[in-house]
């Protein structure tokens, strides 16, 4: 079966090749954005091709009130990456922000000569390299056949093959009709796998029923597993690439002996596919059954507001926006570094974060902490102010494990 970008059920075959392959990426600034927004998603696509393993050669960006139905962007800037591509021979990739159809995938692939990839592929493919656990593997796999399902017809360039005989459904059944029934039950047996593996962990999950959770949540390479190291005093993995993490960590912590579950997530994102959040619905069981989140935020990010909302977005889809939360303003370093004068005293820069933190928590109705995860920078606020939710929540949800301290 043809496939797009991926060779699903492959042995030894995950994501881009390991080789850099070179790209460009195109962004469409819509009625609805702005160039600077449209170029910060872009600042985005290619941190994601980096992490993917493609290196970005240039950028191409157009202005049109709603995306072409055949071929995305308008004829001329067609052209102009067409042009662009002839005389850069090494580049083998283009990289739209934005979702394509099968249909829009296959003439931009006869019209430029190079491999078509759209942002939700090219986040499917990350992730189909960071799977490690049975779980992750089926959940991304079945996310992968969701998302080519509607993109069958368009992908297929001999529709007018017909296909019959022994086996077949009928004489006159069509390869595409063959390959859509072979897509749904695979996904079909994908979900029922995804099913006993979640009912295992339901299971694993009732065994630690006495105990407060505590869920990291925040938006994609902002810290969490540094954090969750630090807290936990564990090596988790950490690295500075997106979605380093896919594999919920669960690790059991006791401070004061007060004892608590830190749990560390997968990481959100602008624009994050659908079917991935629906495929990896069973991985975020820890933060819809948690009782206490832990919101991480990269302060140092000149869109960290941005990613809140992104992060929130998700966590009202999950049912869990009103879980008691604290706001952990990390990589506070980074954030003086860039954005103060060297020559500001003390004084003034406690003046300036005591506004900011009042903003922040005016703005998102949370109390915050401002930390450094590796300069262990006001860790002890973090502790202590985590220490009390986690407190009070015992008092609420176990009150005869509360009376022991």
Do not use: C
């Not at 602008?270 to 933060?287: A, C, G, M, N, Y």
């Not at 009202?316 to 706001?327: S, V």
């Not at 450094?372 to 009390?388: M, P």
């Amino acid at each position: 079966m043809k496939q797009s970008g991926w060779n699903i059920g492959e042995k030894g075959k995950k994501g881009l090749k390991k080789n850099t392959e070179y790209a460009v990426l195109v962004g469409l600034i819509q009625k609805d954005q702005t160039e600077p927004q449209v170029e910060e998603y872009l600042d985005e696509l290619e941190f994601l091709a980096l992490t993917a393993g493609a290196a970005t050669t240039r950028r191409f960006l157009q202005k049109l009130p709603h995306p072409d139905p055949r071929t995305f962007i308008g004829s001329g800037k067609l052209e102009e990456i067409r042009a662009y591509i002839e005389r850069n021979e090494d580049i083998n990739m283009v990289i739209f922000d934005d979702d394509l159809s099968g249909k829009q995938v296959n003439v931009l692939e006869e019209t430029l000569k190079v491999k078509i990839i759209d942002r939700s592929s090219l986040i499917l493919d990350i992730f189909a390299s960071r799977a490690q656990t049975a779980q992750a593997k089926t959940q991304v796999e079945l996310a992968q056949l969701q998302y080519m399902l509607p993109r069958l017809r368009g992908l297929w360039s001999h529709l007018e093959r017909q296909r019959g005989g022994i086996g077949m459904r009928g004489p006159g059944e069509k390869e595409i009709e063959t390959d859509r029934r072979i897509v749904r039950d695979k996904i079909a047996f994908l979900k029922k796998k995804l099913e006993k593996i979640d009912l295992q962990n339901t299971t694993q999950r009732k065994t630690r029923e006495q105990l407060i959770r505590v869920a990291l949540v925040g938006y994609t390479n902002v810290g969490k597993s540094t954090l969750m190291n630090m807290l936990s005093k564990s090596e988790v993995f950490a690295e500075d690439k997106l979605f380093a993490t896919l594999d919920t960590t669960v690790r059991k912590i006791a401070w004061e002996a007060v004892p608590f579950l830190l749990s560390d997530t997968v990481g959100f994102i602008r624009k994050l596919p659908h079917h991935l959040i629906e495929s990896f619905k069973s991985t975020l069981d820890e933060v819809r059954e948690s009782d206490i989140l832990v919101h991480v935020v990269d302060i140092a990010h000149p869109q960290h507001e941005d990613h809140i909302r992104t992060v929130n977005q998700t966590l009202k889809e999950l049912e869990t926006i009103d879980k008691p939360t604290l706001l952990v303003f990390n990589k506070i370093d980074l954030y003086r570094k860039l954005y103060y004068d060297p020559f500001l005293d003390d004084e003034a820069k406690e003046e300036i974060e005591e506004g900011l933190r009042g903003s922040l928590k005016h703005q998102f109705g949370h109390d915050n902490v401002f930390i450094s995860a590796i300069t262990k920078e006001n860790v002890d606020e973090l502790r202590a102010k985590l220490l009390r939710m986690i407190k009070e929540q015992y008092v609420v949800r176990y009150p005869h494990q509360a009376r022991q301290w």
